[in-house]
Every structure is written in C-alpha cells, then in structure tokens.
C-alpha cells in the first residue's frame, strides 16, 4: 500500500526552526516529484514547495522564499522541508505530496497540488508570536 507519512511538527515561537520530514512506504521518494502544501483553518490548501523529480529544480512560494528549503535524502527517499524564521502566519496542516512523472517531465517543478498524486496525512505546525 502506498503511503506517504509526515512528521516533525510542532508548537514553536515565531523565528523559531522546525523542519518537516516525509517517508513514504510502498516506494522510494528518491524517484518521485515532491510537493509541500499547506492549510490554515478557514483558509484554502496552497502550495509551498516543490521539487523535481531529478532534483534538478526547486520551487517555492514567494510567502515563504529566503526561509524555507525543499531537500531529499535520496538513499533513505525521505523528502524534508527545513523552515526558519518561522512566522505565526506559517500556522497550518503541512501535506507532502508525490507523484512519478514521465522521463521526459522529470524536471519539471510545479507547486499545483492537482499535478500530485500521493498524500499524506498531514503535520501541524503552529507559530506563536
């Protein structure tokens, strides 16, 4: 069964660090495009992050440029999201997202939550001022 787990949130301070991991059962993450999402209560999902199948091309959205980074540990295929300078407006439900593209689409990059395929559960993280 394929599976996508989140894990490393938590309740910090605003400037504070906190960094997301992802592991997936059911295949490796080395090989899949990798997506970080996120939704705040009453607010819609959006995207925060996204890196390429190759590792070639991250992404990610102008709110959290400069203080989060997208990253992938190919020989364990955990994806994680390291975020400093955490803001309380950061506060949300993280989600990691993957999806196997074709070959000739393994560098493409898109933070589109349309375009992923496996979800996780998702991880809270909340900033407090």
């Known amino acids: 069964q394929v599976q996508l787990v989140e894990s490393g949130g938590g309740s910090v301070q605003a400037g504070k660090s906190l960094r997301l991991s992802c592991a997936a059962s059911?295949?490796?993450?080395?090989?899949?495009?990798i997506g970080w999402f996120r939704q705040a209560p009453g607010k819609e999902r959006e995207g925060v992050s996204c890196?390429?199948?190759?590792?070639?091309?991250?992404d990610y959205a102008d709110s959290v440029k400069g203080r989060f980074t997208i990253s992938r540990d190919s020989a364990t295929g955990t994806a994680y999201l390291q975020m400093n300078g955490l803001k309380p407006e950061d506060t949300a439900l993280y989600y990691c997202?993957?999806?196997?593209?074709?070959?000739?689409?393994?560098?493409?990059?898109?933070?589109?939550?349309?375009?992923?395929?496996?979800w996780g559960q998702g991880t809270q993280v909340t900033v407090s001022s």
């Open positions: 997202a993957a999806v196997k593209r074709a070959a000739q689409l393994q560098s493409i990059c898109m933070i589109l939550s349309s375009t992923f395929r496996y």
């Open positions: 059911g295949f490796n993450l080395a090989n899949y495009a």
């Open positions: 890196l390429s199948q190759d590792g070639t091309k991250s």
